[in-house]
């Protein structure tokens, strides 16, 4: 690899990330005699244990989704009303085929409407547009969700029965610092707009974020490779070293075959254009990483699931966006780049790669 060698000094503003605008508008629907958990509390006494259900897109052993469960988890069994919680996962990302994915979304609906649940948390998109929009976006039982990916005005919400957590990509501070990296290789940065590839898994998250990151980048040239298995990742990590300015890894998801140890080595091999990542478990393989705080998702939820049993309602908690960062700097890839990291940055950034 060669790239001339640089400071990440510039990195310092971005390292304690500042909160970012979380409060967003409301949909229209809007209603100011939204119902309080008392009056919508279903098939259960005063008194007795509130029933909770965790409605989950994906699969049990999905990382983030883990660390958003365990976080859920432990913050509302620290509360006086430690509800009973029934965990349901439709593993959306384990199946590519629309036949398959309804087919779950009619059990996790079969599953609410046996359990009647008094809230119900849901995680991520698939759930959101199979599940919640067809069948409970206006009750009967208040709504939270958590990881819908950049707007959920798609879903036609009654935001008087929902309230909801945002999932954000930290793109646009990821993309400003990885063109500061002046690279050495031919073609050179393009003069008009920033060519950005991305590389991904081919997911309904992964497709519905690229849509918004053409539309809040105004000035990158973006091009994206949906990938299945991890022999057409490496083939289309190829292939962009020698058409793109700078490279997103977005994320593994959905991709069969994904072998950590061999990534790492293939990107130190051949990597040749400055790399970035907003997924935190990608850092190992991105010389960059603006990732997301994924335990934050479930805490929101709890604090969300406490509010609404203390009397709050849906439109009072309202929708909002994570913001929370987990900067990296991938040590290994660093070194074999020519990249002099600044004590400041030492100090500040979680490093990795440096075995």
Known sequence: MSLKCFSLLFLLPFLTMCQRSTELPLSQNLKNDAPTFAQTRRGAIDGSQVRVMYLDSYHEGYQAGALQRVAFAADL???SFKPQILWHFMNSQQVNDQQAIDKAARIAKERIDNYQPDILVVSDDTAMRTVIAPFFRKGPMPVVFIGVNWDAEPYKLDY????????VDLIKALSDQLVKIKPNFEPALSKDKVRMAILTGDTETDRKTVEYYKRYLSTFQIAASFVVTFESWKSSFLALQKTEDIIILRSNNGITGWNPKDAISFVAKNGRIPSGSVSDWMSNVSLLTYGKDNAEFGHWAAEAVVRLLQGETPPSIGI???????????????????????PQVLDLAELVGRD
């Open 77 to 79: 069994a620290a509360t």
């Open 320 to 342: 909002v966006a994570n913001y929370n960062a987990k900067v990296k700097v991938n040590l290994g890839l660093a070194n074999g780049y020519g990249v002099t990291v600044s």
């Open 160 to 167: 008087s029965w929902v309230c909801g957590q945002l999932e």
